[in-house]
């Protein structure tokens, strides 16, 4: 009887897991629906949103092009009509002005006729009669000899706009272009897609701008949104809550989106973009360390950085990373950092190592690439070990940096160069 109702015990188990785990995995699929349906319905809303902007701009140029021809018509009616008109002002005057000739010779006349004998009113009427030429008539010009102002217009265009607005726009139940890989990168990341339906030829493709944060206490990207001037004409792509605008096609891109040096520092000057940074005139100015923006590097990416530019060199110049931005540093190479000076020495946490990489000149791209070894042990909390790779030229120096555990999440990247003409671009 025990063994019986041990087994039914152990039966009646198993049947409850596995409720457990049919009700989660029920659970998992509504949600899978859940996430389906606002995908759906948001995506249709957003169309819908961009297919009434659309054609209201639409009706809106249609419009304002309509009245700017009829502005022109008008205008072409207005001037024909001036320059027919005058000549015919002109005539007209010229024929008044005989009429009212005649009108005074006729009262004259008249009044000579009845005129006291001895008088000599008719011969002085006489005289005048003949100096005015009433024999000479001018000439009115016939009808066929004038314009005659018409409009013309017809239906043609109407049939041509309503051919081609039958046609205009289309609607696809898939984006135009799949992502296919999404890496992230320094600062940024890299989407990689391909078409995934045939769409018009005038259509390119490329990504839209977009703000990307990352939390500080998750090994995972959260993706903040902030959108600019989305045109209604092209494609969107939609994944997790990151949005692609489809605009120019280019089946890998690089999103360098926060790779960007702390503007401010006294001694640099930036680039619009600040991912360039250009070490001005040094006479006045302290040697310094140019920071990141924010700490955005992160193990397992590769970071560079390019010399565009050479300098003189000097032994306190660096470039690398490091756990954090303390002001007023003159150098890299102190604790918890890891750099390069320009004659290729590395440093690690102020110490400079027996291997050297290739000096760095023009034209020189120095890269850091970093990975988790192991946690370790220590005495005010746990520490952590990571595999540091530094590359220049056709070499490489690998080794071990033990960094704090509350630090690792984000890494700060920096130089520092004493003299001026050094141009540094990072990515």
Known sequence: VTLK???LLKEAKESIEAAQNYRS??????HGLSQARTQVQGSSCQAREALRRHFLELQAAVTRLLSERLTTLLSEVDTIEAESVK??????????HGVSQADELLREGEAAL????????????????????????????ALVDVPCVAAQVDNSLLVLLRDQVSRHGS???????QIEELQERPGGIMVRWCKSCDSSPQVFHTCQFVHVTRSHHSSSLRWAQEFRHRDPSVYYIYFSNFQVQIFRYSPVLVLNLTTQWCPGTEGYVLSSRRN??????????????????????????????????????????????????????????????????????????????????????TGSSVTFDMEVVNLLPQSDGSGLKLRVTIGSG?????????????????????????????KVLVF
């Not at 390019?306 to 890299?332: F, H, Y």
């Open 276 to 361: 360039i940074a250009l070490r001005h005139d040094s006479s006045q100015t302290k040697c310094q360390v140019l920071y990141s923006k924010a700490p955005t590097y992160y193990c397992g990416q590769t970071l560079t950085f390019k010399i565009s530019a050479a300098g003189q060199m000097d032994r306190k110049d660096s470039l690398g990373v490091c756990v954090d931005n303390k002001k007023g540093e003159e150098s890299l190479q102190r604790d918890q950092a890891v750099c390069v000076s320009s004659n290729g020495a590395v440093t690690v946490n102020g110490k400079e190592m027996t291997n050297h990489l290739p000096a760095i000149t």
């Open 87 to 96: 000549p015919l002002d002109e005539c007209q005057s010229l024929i008044e």
């Open 25 to 30: 995995e029920l659970q998992l699929r509504l």
């Open 5 to 7: 109702m041990d087994t």
């Open 394 to 422: 056709n070499r490489e120096v690998v080794f071990d940096w033990l960094v704090d555990q509350a630090t690792t999440d984000c890494l700060f990247f920096g130089c520092s160069f004493v003299h001026t003409g050094w």
């Open 114 to 141: 009845h005129c006291v004998p001895g008088e000599d009113k008719l011969g002085t009427f006489n005289k005048k009669a003949m100096h005015i030429q009433l024999d000479s008539l001018p000439e009115v010009p």
């Open 171 to 177: 609607i696809f139940s898939q984006p135009p272009v």
